[in-house]
T-cell receptor, first 115, second 114 residues
Framework: AQKITQTQPGMFVQEKEAVTLDCTYD???????LFWYKQPSSGEMIFLIY??????QNATEGRYSLNFQKARKSANLVISASQLGDSAMYFC????????????FGAGTTVTVRA | DSGVTQTPKHLITATGQRVTLRCSPR?????VYWYQQSLDQGLQFLIQ???????AKGNILERFSAQQFPDLHSELNLSSLELGDSALYFC?????????????FGPGTRLTVT
């Protein structure tokens, strides 16, 4: 079964607007971490934000925030005030357990920011 | 710049050949992970090393092997290459301690098998 599901293959957003990228996950481990990575056309993977399963508050990092709904097993990424440089592929990933374990990735969502 | 380095950046080789991909983790990171990104399989975990020891194995083919050396750099060896092995291979590293253990990725090695 898929551990991470990203249902939006591609999205368009107007510059300066906010965009929400959906991510649902599946795990029976009570301890897990959720990550979002950005992959621009150049190919590198850039870590954006992290949410732990025991974290009480939603994570925020600058213009990135994570809408964590534990009961629904969703961890949506919100990018506020979109910029042209935000155009990229975005991946949701999960680590099961609290240690240095592997990541399981979703299929990704391509975001295109329009001027 | 993530601090993780990978060489070479691009590699073009023929079917049946063997190649070695190299990775140097961030300073202080003891864990190294290898991932494969292909159009049909997406991003897949291959193998993890921690301080020189194999820690976890994922969807790694028997034709592939890896090791981590005392200086913590890692190599991924791919042999008897097939067309389907063409992919972007990432190395990532992380510290073991800390609440997030986020993984930092290198720039990747793009392998093309012809």
């Amino acid at each position: 079964a898929q551990k991470i599901t990203q249902t939006q293959p591609g999205m368009f957003v107007q510059e300066k607007e906010a965009v929400t990228l959906d991510c649902t996950y599946d795990t029976s481990d009570p301890s897990y971490g959720l990550f979002w990575y950005k992959q621009p056309s150049s190919g590198e993977m850039i870590f954006l934000i992290y949410q732990g399963s025991y974290d009480q508050q939603n994570a925020t990092e600058g213009r990135y925030s994570l809408n964590f709904q534990k009961a629904r097993k969703s961890a949506n990424l919100v990018i506020s005030a979109s910029q042209l440089g935000d155009s990229a592929m975005y991946f949701c990933a999960m680590r099961e357990g609290l240690g240095d374990y592997k990541l399981s990735f979703g299929a990704g969502t391509t975001v295109t920011v329009r001027a | 710049d993530s601090g993780v380095t990978q060489t070479p950046k691009h590699l073009i080789t023929a079917t049946g050949q063997r190649v070695t991909l190299r990775c140097s983790p961030r300073s202080g990171d003891l864990s190294v992970y290898w991932y494969q990104q292909s159009l049909d399989q997406g991003l897949q975990f291959l193998i993890q090393y921690y301080n020189g020891e194999e820690r976890a194995k994922g969807n790694i083919l028997e034709r592939f092997s890896a090791q981590q050396f005392p200086d913590l750099h890692s190599e991924l060896n791919l042999s008897s290459l097939e067309l389907g092995d063409s992919a972007l291979y990432f190395c990532a590293s992380s510290v073991r301690a800390g609440p997030t253990n986020e993984q930092y990725f290198g720039p990747g090695t793009r392998l093309t098998v012809t």
